[in-house]
């Protein structure tokens, strides 16, 4: 907590997952015997890959003619698919009244129909999506030829496998032996784990992390895809950046600040790879937006800077906030993020809550704030369609 007592989950880490018991000690309700997260979508193992099943799926879509032009219920519903955007600002075509959803599930022809508008009264504007599934090239297709602009997931703070220094050509880190982009803080020869999700940090500035976040491909049990296959195999219309409260400040209990500058370093490198007509939308990284300026901001965070906090709305379209509706002081952190959010380089904000939830209260208070809500369950493995059925 900053210096203002009042801030965001001290760890600002990844998405998925309930945090209502990070100050509160409010009851979870997925009965996590311990205060943390559950393990969500994003942390869950896949330890088979039905490749027969994903070539049988594309083999039906590309027959059935999934990829053409939508015709019933979505015939009313005007295209935003993506076409050319800036390099930064908010998502063209968005409104507080735009669809968006987080799914890292399964994907099949039923729900392709659905979230298309096929079988369904609206379709979604705005999807983010988990390339650890049986997603493929078809599916993504399927969805930006309804009109739907499709991110994929990358992890950018965290390593969800443990590499060993060949990973890393054979150089290794602070822990010997093993990839040369952990962190070892306690000096215990392995590299730093999430206690929660099991997964191991990673320091921004390590080139051969860079490398590996560009060229890595899924390979046995690895789960793990990087930028080159979301963006030119599954042709992602952009990328959804996770993990980056690994480098939160101190003052938020962080242990890696040091590497805030390597961390807004990193995602400046994504965006040039992006290049100006593919999108960036990030998870939380809140304490960017709270810098100290003995004029402006006394209270904020002494690691933090105007510059730094300038870099950020820069390189951006788009922030989510994930439990928006649970932070104990959500009106200053929304006045804050509108303020950044509605300068001339300002982003779109988009508002994640879990069920049970009251959802038409939840959609009310966030779109009046201009953001866009979106209610799943804390897996994100369930496509729930809440905001679309019970939101006017």
């Not at 730093?192 to 060229?215: C, E, F, H, K, V």
């Amino acid at each position: 907590m900053n210096a203002r007592g009042w801030g965001p989950t001290p760890w600002d880490a990844g998405i998925g997952g309930t945090r209502s018991c990070r100050r509160e000690g409010l009851p979870l309700p997925s009965c996590v015997p311990r205060c943390g997260p559950p393990p969500t979508r994003r942390r869950l193992r896949r330890r088979s890959f039905d490749i027969a099943r994903v070539c049988a799926l594309a083999l039906f879509f590309a027959l059935c003619g999934c990829a053409s032009t939508p015709s019933g219920p979505a015939a009313t519903n005007a295209s935003t698919a993506l076409t050319t955007t800036p390099a930064a600002g908010p998502i063209p075509g968005l409104t507080a009244a735009s669809l968006y959803g987080v799914y890292y599930g399964e994907w099949d022809h039923a729900l392709l129909q659905d979230v298309t508008g096929k079988t369904s009264r609206r379709r979604y504007d705005l999807l983010i999506v988990h390339p650890d599934t049986n997603l493929t090239p078809t599916h993504v297709a399927t969805l930006q030829a309804a009109g739907i602009t499709v991110l994929c997931y990358l992890t950018v703070g965290e390593d969800d496998t443990l590499h060993t220094a060949a990973a890393s050509d054979g150089r290794s880190g602070p822990a010997d032996g093993y990839a040369s982009w952990y962190y070892d803080a306690d000096q215990n020869g392995r590299p730093d784990q999430n206690p929660d999700w099991g997964s191991y940090y990673t320091n921004a500035s390590d080139p051969a992390w860079r490398a590996a976040l560009r060229s890595y491909r899924n390979s046995g049990d690895q789960h793990w895809y990087g930028t080159d296959y979301l963006l030119n195999t599954l042709h992602c219309d952009g990328l959804f950046l996770d993990t980056i409260g690994t480098v939160r400040p101190a003052a938020w209990g962080g242990r890696y600040s040091a590497g805030l500058g390597a961390m807004l370093d990193l995602i400046a490198e994504l965006r040039t790879q992006l290049g100006p007509n593919r999108l960036l939308v990030i998870n939380r990284g809140l304490f960017y937006f709270d810098p100290y300026d003995a004029a402006a901001n006394p209270n904020g965070l002494q690691e933090i800077t105007p510059a730094m906090r300038d870099r950020l709305r820069g390189l951006i379209n788009g922030l989510l906030y994930e439990e928006f509706m649970q932070e104990e002081h959500r009106d200053q952190w929304a006045a804050r993020l509108n303020a950044e959010a509605q300068q001339p380089d300002g982003f779109t904000v988009f508002a994640l809550d879990y069920l049970p939830r009251d959802a038409a209260s939840t959609c009310a208070t966030e779109r009046a704030l201009g953001w866009l809500p979106h209610l799943s369950t804390p897996a994100l493995d369930t496509f729930t369609h809440v905001v679309r059925e019970e939101c006017p």
